[in-house]
Structures are given as structure tokens and as C-alpha cells.
């Protein structure tokens, strides 16, 4: 069974931050045989308030994950939010994401899927996992390859998720590659005064559930001091839980 991993901080605060977190993925990469796919967002267009920190933007963050692809050799993977991002985001990465409540915008999927990137689409909170045939349909039939679908959780009344773990199976009878957004998953969304909180501590957790019902992909954001990050802060996972937590779900 091949499994994938992606990690790294929710957006990009600074370079130190990226070069902290990349250092910390070769040494997982190198001491456990994997091949963790570096995560990282230029720009987080769909924060709660207008006040939040967003990240560099386009040219900037692309020239910083392409630092950190020269420098260290991972592989890359980040979000668009709109379809003109599409083509020069391709250009660096190796993966581009859609954002879940993105992933029935046509024109988005459909750009990315032109790039011949891998291509991998986040579950809406408001669908099932079923209801992803059709986005992946989009980028399919739009030129991808390469299809992967995320699990990320459902709406749950107001300010909270719930993962329904039948989702994983049910996708995968859609595309062979199913990631779960471990962390994003145990957020509370706009539930913390204008920002998102979360439970973090409920992220191992998610990850070995989601093995038990057939996810080949585990999606973690990481940071080294959690509680200063400038977005996700409650439910990002602190970077040296990584190494143990991966170890756990390769076995």
C-alpha cells in the first residue's frame, strides 16, 4: 500500500517558518522512508474577518515554495482561489489543491486540471462523499490524470464538524487516492470571535480512523509553536508530533 502525507504550516508567515518545517519533513522523509509533500498557502482568501493575516500573495509565496523546492527537494503542494492563479501556480508546484468550498467552482477545476498537476479536490462541508463525482468529472474530463479527493468534515449546527469516516470509502470508489484533512477537520469553524478554533487534540485520532476505514493519504498542517500561528492556530498539529504520528500510521 503507497501512503501519502502532506504537511506543513496552514499559510506562509515567514521564510524561517518554512525552512523550520521543511527541515523537520527531510528528517521524517530520511529516517522513515516517506515522501511527505510540503504544504503551505500564499494567500488564505477565505479567512473569517477582513482583519485576518492572508499571507504573502501570489508572486511572493510562489517564489518562497519554489525556495523551499530548490533548497530541500520536497515535493510541493498549495491552493488556488481563483482560476488565473492556476497557470503560474503550476509552474512550481506539483500539486494544486481546491479549496472545499471551492471544489464546485468549474472554471477553478477545470484551470487546474489544464496545468497536468495532480489535482486534489477538498470534500465541501455541505456534500457528501458520494457527491464528489462530479467535480472529479470536471477535472477529468477538463485533462487531469491525476484526481485526488480530501475528506474534511460536514457542518454540524453552527461552529463545529463532523466526520462521517463513510465518506472515505464511498470516495474511493470515485478516485484511488483519498486524503484526510486531519486537521481541518477539527476545527470550529468562526467559532472563536471572528477567527476559527479547534480541538487539536483530536488529530491522531482522526488520522487512525480514517486508516481503519481505507484513507491512503493523511493531510496534516504543522507548526512548531501551534498557538502563534497566524491562521489555524487551534487545530494545527506542533511539528515534532509529526515524525511519532506518521510512524503510527505506516504500520
Known sequence: MEYRF??????IESAELLDVVAQE???INDKLGTDIIFKASFDKANRTSIHSFRGPGLDKGLQMLADIKSKYGLRLLT????SYQAAPVGEV??????????CRQTDLLVAAAKTGKTVNIKKAQFLSG???KYPVE????AGASNVWLTERGNMFGYNNLIVDFRNIPDMLQITPTVVMDC???????????GKTGGDRQFVPGMAMAAKAFGANGWFFEV??????GLSDAANMLHLNQLSELIEKLKN
Open 6 to 11: 502532506i504537511a506543513g504550516p496552514c499559510v
Open 25 to 27: 519533513l527531510v528528517g
Open 79 to 82: 491552493d488556488i482561489h481563483e
Open 93 to 102: 508546484v506539483d500539486v494544486i489543491q481546491i479549496p472545499a468550498f471551492l
Open 130 to 132: 458520494t457527491d464528489m
Open 138 to 141: 470536471k477535472a477529468r474530463d
Open 183 to 193: 486537521t481541518h477537520s477539527v476545527q470550529r469553524p468562526g467559532g472563536a470571535g
Open 223 to 228: 507548526h512548531p509553536d501551534p498557538d502563534k
